[in-house]
């Protein structure tokens, strides 16, 4: 099973792109991208130097841009890719990137949205002196325990032994000196505290945009990076693309549910080398291509027809299908039968796992086609659970 994953802010280099522009068709799209975001994408991708691009405005609008395009070479027939992505996970602002990919925003949306994002933790970053850290190695536990000692957030938990606490200057330095045992702590050269208390000026705004952003549900399992779920509802996903900005990413438990999917490889697009990184570390055994140039595209279609495998949400519209949000066991609730009709928002169950328990609600109603799975069955992350006819709520309007 294919795993798609996108990047998020750090991953840019100067000049990138500029391999990518002799690629048929890629220089006009990151055109007309710039013209949507108002962000010069072709020249902060090929020409602008490391301090140019690390700005969080021009940055988060980059990283997007140039997954879109690149993601339109691998791919340039989305029904095609729909039927090859097992499923789809990004990294912080690389999660719209995964979210176009499903199929839930358009490429335009994103584009404004990301720019405002970028805007937005830009500004938010300029209010307090903050920043961010990477820990690497020692004791997750001890490492959380020391980050809540000196009242920093854990930003990011990465795996594979990697960590990103985050906070105000003062109280980086204090973990510096107070770090954990086997730990190095490397500052990281971003602009804020992102993920943390610190952006919740930027979350109010995408908030207030979001109302008017229209989704559809996604094409593809879609892996949140705020607590590794599957979420199959458009609206649900935007909801969560606002509120991660001053969220942790959980990175560490993306990684859980693509092994728990069955995961046999990972294509990381540009700008790639982080994530794959990690999944290597993580997921042994599990292929890992970083789509860094050009010359990685063969390699990149070679390893799309060894392990795409046609979506389960693929047969039939998202919107007729309740899913498993993670892996464990279904419990039912509901004693709807088919031909019986829930209303938008009844829950029909809950996946219970060892860490907490799910509950599967049926945001858009219906009338019960038939049930997939059964009291007490075990079930996958995005495992179809009832099909659903969507005449119900016309009916009922």
Known sequence: MLVVVAPGQGSQTPGFLSPWLAVPGVEDRLAWLSAVSGVDLIAHGTTSDADTIRDTAVAQPLIVGAGLVTMLTLFPHPSSAFSMIGAG??????????????????????????????????????????????????????????????QLTC????????????????????????????TRVRPLEVAGAFHT???????????????????????????????GQIVHDGRQVLSRLVTQVSNPVRWDLCMQTMADLGVTAV???????????????????????????PEDLDAAWALIAEHGTKSPLDSSPTWRLLIAPAKGTFRLVSQ??????????????????????????APHGGTVVEWLVQD??????????????????????
């Not at 996958?380 to 659903?388: E, M």
């Open 376 to 397: 007490g069955d075990l079930v996958a992350p995005g495992q179809p659970i009832v099909r659903l006819h969507p005449e119900a709520q016309e009916a009922m309007a």
């Open 155 to 182: 930003a990011n938990m990465n795996g594979a032994g990697q960590i990103v606490v985050a906070g105000t200057k003062d109280q980086l330095s204090a973990f510096a000196d107070d770090a954990p045992e086997g």
């Open 267 to 293: 294509l990381e697009i540009p700008p790639a080398g982080t994530l794959t990184g990690l999944v290597k570390r993580a997921l042994p055994g599990v292929q890992t291509l970083a789509v860094k140039g």
């Open 336 to 361: 709807a039968g088919p031909g019986d009709a829930l209303v938008a928002g009844e829950s029909v169950g809950t996946v219970d796992t060892l860490r907490d328990s799910h509950e599967v609600l």
């Open 89 to 150: 996970a990004g990294h912080s602002v690389g999660e719209i990137t995964a979210a176009v990919g499903a199929g839930v925003l358009s490429a335009e949306q994103a584009m404004v949205f990301v720019r405002e994002r970028g805007k937005g933790m830009a500004q938010a970053s300029a209010v307090t002196a903050t920043g961010m850290a990477a820990v690497l190695g020692g004791e997750p536990d001890a490492v959380v325990a020391a980050a809540s000692r000196h």
């Open 197 to 227: 208390e610190h952006m919740q000026s930027a979350v109010a705004t995408l908030a207030r945009y979001a109302k008017s952003i229209s989704t559809h549900d996604p094409r593809v399992r879609l892996i949140s990076n705020a607590d």
